[in-house]
């Protein structure tokens, strides 16, 4: 009987010895860090930069991309499963406010202190719940070739020698009106490119081109320390007091764009990037971001040394000396619900990715992010033209540039009221009077 009995020990405790092997490789998932990627145009990079974690650290990186305006719904999805993101994004105090039950408080984080301005972390009761890892800007982006070429012109109607000299929306509407009626002398099919309108398009209007007037509505209202993307996350109403300003640029870009206005809703934003890309047009209002979709359409003819950014002027009263849009809505929090591991493996990473030569040659030079840790010196700054021009603005002391309290407003469906007006606005079925008034009213509303 002992031969029988040895045997049946020899068998469990191989059977042992195979069931620890297999939990140790359950184990490397159990620390896997897991990053739902916000920026489907970073994909590819982020997948790369996971591969060079894992030779160099050893650990897992899985990384999951979002597909265009869907991350919410994906976050959502993925949130409830086991093997849920250890790392995700919320977009500013609305963002924070619907995930808060599952953003881990990081104050304490090498990656909290690497944060050259620490204000600029979303932070609740004395702790820190979300970091921002990118800092952009928009503006209008001009293509300074055909500017030059406008400026040149014997018989324009304006004194002004450069672009550089705009400094208020008169002087602006008198340069775009002027190029307009000399589409043919530039070579070009309009001045501004289509002000894309189609669904899920239209976030540079209802979103980066109503910041303007709504910031400068609550710098009246607040104390000039204030957090006012908080002040907007706040506001139970808007005056919009400055609507005719918005409505000033907003027509501006419409009626002196490449595309009908009756035609706009069915423009997207990469429409927008290639006729500019292309040179059909002179300006478009976009971002930083926009680098790699101009530099990436076939047949481009724009120079790199001839793209640039000028603000958003709306006519308010004191804009001389206005700045462009810069802020971020890109803030990471690590899940809390993940395991301790998970959670000192993902913050491994990030402060990795912004510290480590590796990681900031790939931030810089990939990515194109300008980052706000301290990590970075002068000269690791994406070598893009809008990224310089975001830097340039960032160093001028002479301008105020605007800050992002979009990233305050009330709701998606908000934004998605504001989108759809502008687009009955433009296709004559609204007044200008009742945008106005149904921006307000779904405020109010989505506040309650």
Known sequence: MKKPISLLLSIICLLSCISLAGCGKKKTTSSEVYFLNFKPESA??????????????????????????????????????????????????????????????????????????????????????????????????????????????????????????????????????????????????????????????????????????????????????????????????????????????????????????????????????????????????????SWSQISGVKGNTVKADDIKMMPMYTGIEGEKGQGICIGTENYLAINKNATDEQQKNSLAFLEWLFSSDTGKDYVTNKLDFITPFNTFSENELPNDPLAKEISRYMKDDSVKNIPWVFTGFPSEAFKKEVGSSLLDYVQGNKKWEDVRKSISDKWKSERA
């Open 44 to 289: 590819s990079v982020y997948e790369e930069l996971a591969k060079k974690y894992e030779e160099e650290k050893g650990v897992k990186v899985k990384v999951v991309t979002a597909a265009a305006n869907t991350y919410e719904q994906t976050l959502k999805s993925e949130i409830a499963k086991s093997g849920a993101p250890t790392i995700f994004q919320v977009n500013g105090p609305v963002g924070y406010d619907e995930w808060d039950d599952y953003c881990l408080d990081i104050k304490n984080s090498k990656l909290y202190n690497m944060l050259s301005d620490k204000g600029l972390a979303i932070k609740d009761d004395g702790g820190v719940y979300a970091i921002p890892y990118v800092i952009e800007g928009y503006g209008i982006i001009y293509n300074n070739a055909i500017m030059k070429k406008y400026f040149a012109l014997p018989d324009k109607k304006t004194d002004l020698k450069s672009a550089d000299e705009i400094d208020s929306f008169d002087k602006l509407k008198t340069v775009v009106e002027d190029m307009t009626a000399n589409l043919s002398k530039l070579g070009i099919e309009g001045v501004f490119a289509s002000t894309s309108l189609s669904s899920g398009e239209d976030w540079r209007w209802q979103s980066h081109l109503l910041n303007v007037p709504l910031y400068y509505e609550l710098f009246e209202k607040n104390d000039a320390n204030s957090d006012l993307s908080l002040a907007m996350y706040k506001a139970d109403k808007i005056e919009y007091k400055y609507a005719e300003n918005f409505e000033k640029l907003f027509d501006l870009y419409v009626n002196n764009s490449i595309t009908k206005p009756t035609l706009l809703g069915s423009k997207s934003v990469a429409d927008s990037m290639a006729e500019f890309a292309l040179g059909k047009v002179a300006m478009v209002q976009n971002g930083n971001w």
